[in-house]
């Protein structure tokens, strides 16, 4: 088989259980030459997994997954090639990631005035290894601590938009969040397009300077795939995949799990 990229991969410095030595060991398991670090918001996992992967034929590609939010709607934009050592993007991730430690703050309240009263602040942040806390976190303490079953249940019971213990992200577009990335060296594709359900908006998304779309994601119908083929060749834009590795954190996929050509990966590098 030829050279395989896995261009959407989390480790534990966002919400991933995975360090970044453990998802360099899962990559050559799978025989892969490529793969991309994409934390929610935050670049602390690229230097570490660049080290990791030195000895070894193992391109690393710098990324993020950006969170962003229009018409009410989750929209996630990853930026590929990205300049992590200087300039715009990391000083806008502190702003992000002062505005994570704010709202989890703000919704271990909530979750306490409503009797959900053992949760505090300092177990949460110890979930992960940066200041990237978000709602997978609390959920899986949720669950520790036994308010719930399982973790889709802390979503629709505790967290989840119209909860008890919900609070809004920091409000940043899908617009902003490309320019950010491009005005960081950087290349914009947005992260899985069927779990959005916002294909309307890829037109606007392609014409304000995103490059890609991720076409290859885990689980998907075939005919998912293709509808996504068709629309990335029809706005010209960059077919990416990969497999949205969290570690433990989701067990129906894992490094490797859907990959695409390392042709794909060149076509990305000539895009910035």
């Given at each position: 088989m030829p050279g395989q990229a896995d261009l959407h991969i989390h480790t534990y410095f966002s919400d991933s259980s995975s360090s970044p030595q453990e998802v360099v060991d899962d990559a050559?398991?799978?025989?892969?030459?490529?793969?991309?670090?994409?934390?929610?918001?935050?670049?602390?996992?690229?230097?570490?997994?660049?080290?990791?992967?030195?000895?070894?034929?193992?391109?690393?590609?710098?990324?993020?997954?950006?969170?962003?939010?229009?018409?009410?709607c989750d929209i996630h934009i990853l930026g590929y090639f990205i300049d992590y050592t200087q300039g715009p993007l990391l000083e806008k991730i502190d702003v992000f990631l002062d505005a994570r430690m704010e709202r989890m703050?703000?919704?271990?309240?909530?979750?306490?005035?409503?009797?959900?009263?053992?949760?505090?602040?300092?177990?949460?942040?110890?979930?992960?290894?940066?200041?990237a806390v978000g709602r997978a976190h609390l959920a899986l303490l949720l669950q520790q601590k036994g308010w719930i079953s399982n973790i889709k249940s802390a979503f629709e019971k505790y967290i989840g938009p119209g909860c008890p213990g919900f609070v809004p992200k920091y409000k940043q577009t899908p617009f902003e969040?490309?320019?950010?990335?491009?005005?960081?060296?950087?290349?914009?594709?947005?992260?899985?397009?069927?779990?959005?359900?916002?294909?309307?908006?890829?037109?606007?998304?392609?014409?304000?300077?995103?490059?890609?779309?991720?076409?290859?994601?885990?689980?998907?119908?075939?005919?998912?795939?293709?509808?996504?083929?068709?629309?990335?060749?029809?706005?010209?834009?960059?077919?990416?995949?990969?497999?949205?590795?969290?570690?433990?954190?989701?067990?129906?996929?894992?490094?490797?799990?859907?990959?695409v050509p390392m042709e794909v990966v060149e076509q990305l590098r000539q895009a910035k």
């Open positions: 050559l398991k799978a025989s892969l030459s490529c793969i991309a670090i994409t934390d929610h918001d935050i670049i602390q996992g690229i230097m570490p997994t660049l080290e990791a992967a030195k000895a070894h034929a193992l391109e690393v590609v710098p990324g993020i997954e950006l969170s962003s939010e229009f018409e009410n703050k703000q919704m271990i309240a909530k979750l306490k005035s409503i009797g959900v009263n053992n949760i505090e602040f300092e177990e949460v942040c110890a979930l992960t290894q940066s200041r969040a490309i320019e950010l990335i491009r005005s960081s060296g950087g290349v914009a594709v947005m992260a899985h397009p069927m779990l959005t359900q916002k294909d309307e908006l890829i037109p606007r998304f392609a014409a304000a300077g995103l490059k890609g779309l991720e076409v290859y994601y885990p689980n998907c119908m075939t005919s998912v795939t293709e509808f996504y083929e068709r629309i990335a060749k029809k706005n010209n834009l960059i077919a990416t995949g990969g497999s949205d590795s969290h570690g433990k954190a989701k067990s129906y996929t894992y490094v490797g799990k859907k990959t």
